[in-house]
Nanobody, 122 residues
Framework: QVQLVESGGGLVQAGGSLRLSCVAS????????MGWYRQAPGKQRELVAS???????QYADSVKGRFTISRDNAKNTVYLQMNSLKPEDTAVYYC????????????????WGQGTQVTVSS
C-alpha cells in the first residue's frame, strides 16, 4: 500500500509564501508523475502543477511565474513553492502520484493524499 502525506499548508496573507511537501511511502518501484491539485469550495478539482520523473513540469496558467514544483525522486517527495499568493489560491491542495509501480509486474496505480488547506487572506 502506498500512502501520500502532505504538509506545509496554513494561513498566509496575500503576497506571502508557503511551501507544500508530499512524501510517498510504501513499497514503491517507480512513480511516473507527482503533482499537486487543488479544490476550492464549489469548484472542481484542478491541476496546479506536476513533475515527471524525467523532470518535465507543467503548470496551470493561473500559477505560472508564482509557483514552482520540484521533486526528489530518491526520496519519493514532491514540493510546491508558492509565492505571491492571492486570495483565489485558497483551496484544499492534494498531492497526486500517477502511474505508481509497486512490484516487478507492470501494474500501475494512482494515489492521492488526504489534502492540506491553504488559506490566503486579503
Amino acid at each position: 500500500q502506498v500512502q501520500l502525506v502532505e504538509s506545509g499548508g496554513g494561513l498566509v496573507q496575500a503576497g506571502g509564501s508557503l511551501r507544500l511537501s508530499c512524501v510517498a511511502s510504501g513499497t514503491i518501484f517507480s512513480i511516473n508523475a507527482m503533482g499537486w491539485y487543488r479544490q476550492a469550495p464549489g469548484k472542481q478539482r484542478e491541476l496546479v502543477a506536476s513533475a515527471t520523473s524525467g523532470g518535465t513540469t507543467q503548470y496551470a496558467d493561473s500559477v505560472k511565474g508564482r509557483f514552482t514544483i520540484s521533486r526528489d525522486n530518491a526520496k519519493n517527495t514532491v514540493y510546491l513553492q508558492m509565492n505571491s499568493l492571492k486570495p483565489e489560491d485558497t483551496a484544499v491542495y492534494y498531492c497526486n502520484a500517477d502511474r505508481v509501480r509497486t512490484s516487478q509486474f507492470p501494474i500501475f496505480r494512482e494515489y492521492w493524499g488526504q489534502g492540506t488547506q491553504v488559506t490566503v487572506s486579503s
